[in-house]
């Protein structure tokens, strides 16, 4: 199955509502797993986001939190250990037993698994100790991929953004934030070229769409798990809406 778009590029023009599966269909199955993410396409999700941050050994790895406590049999930091080590334990199992042993994917292994057939959003987390250098991480793992143009690069942090900038000039960059982000992310805000905002979804109205127009910025908004709001979202124009419940977003934006 390949992709409805071509690239993100068209898919953000087209004037259709996207949806995104936030760290997968994590609704439904083990967020960030390949699980998660398969089962957002078999559902009809648009694209997938996802979180990426660095392994102890330099690779880009798909995990939310900076420690693996939460979501797998494991403790500590993801930045202390291994790519090996992170593979080894199972991020399944507390989500469900019908998920046991469900790994900790590479975002190797998600490009390599799901290549042409969806977009990307692509979250960097910055803040854990040892993330140093995920940018060119994920650009070396975009470039060896040849997916410059089915993916947006996201973060809250604006230096994280402008150093993906200057290592991949040509990809859509996404400026992600809340009414909480620290007022000092804004100062390297104000040199960042990005196409696309990434506002949390209570922050868009009538008001928020007219500004983002007028400054030609794409708004791909979250977490939206709630229809009436969603199809509130669809009918003020944002681009993108991303979901823990693809299936539920899809169902009700095709009627």
């Known amino acids: 199955m390949s992709a409805k778009f071509a690239s993100i590029q068209e898919a953000m023009a087209s004037g259709e509502t996207l949806v995104l599966a936030h760290r997968g269909a994590m609704a439904s199955a083990p967020m960030n797993t390949l699980a998660a993410f398969e089962l957002a396409l078999e559902q009809g999700a648009d694209g ?12 880009a790895v798909i ?15 993801v930045a202390e250990k291994s790519l090996s080590e992170l593979q080894d334990l199972d991020a399944g199992g507390w989500f469900s037993s019908d998920f046991t042993g ?8 998600v490009f390599a698994s799901l290549g042409d057939r969806t977009l990307f959003n692509v979250e960097i987390k910055s803040g854990s100790d040892g993330s140093g250098n995920v940018e060119e991480q994920v650009a070396a793992c975009v470039r060896r991929f040849s997916l410059q143009n089915r993916v947006v690069i996201s973060s809250f942090d604006p230096t994280v953004l402008l150093n993906f900038r200057l290592l991949m000039p040509k990809v859509m960059i996404g400026f992600l934030y809340d009414p909480k982000l620290p007022s000092k992310y804004y100062i390297p805000l104000r040199k960042l070229s990005h196409e696309a905002r990434h506002p949390r979804h209570d922050m868009v109205d009538e008001a928020y ?9 794409y708004v791909n908004t979250w977490t939206v798990n709630e229809l009436e709001r969603a199809v509130e979202l669809r009918r003020l124009g944002v681009n993108a809406i991303i979901s823990d419940d693809p299936k539920m977003l899809v169902d009700a934006l095709s009627s």
């Open 209 to 217: 769409m007219r500004w983002a127009r007028e400054n030609d910025y």
């Open 102 to 109: 469900e790994g900790i994917p590479s975002l190797d292994q």
């Open 48 to 59: 997938i986001e996802l979180d990426v941050q660095r392994s102890g050994d330099g690779h």
């Open 63 to 77: 995990m939310h939190d900076f420690s693996v406590d939460a979501t797998t049999d494991g403790s500590g930091p």
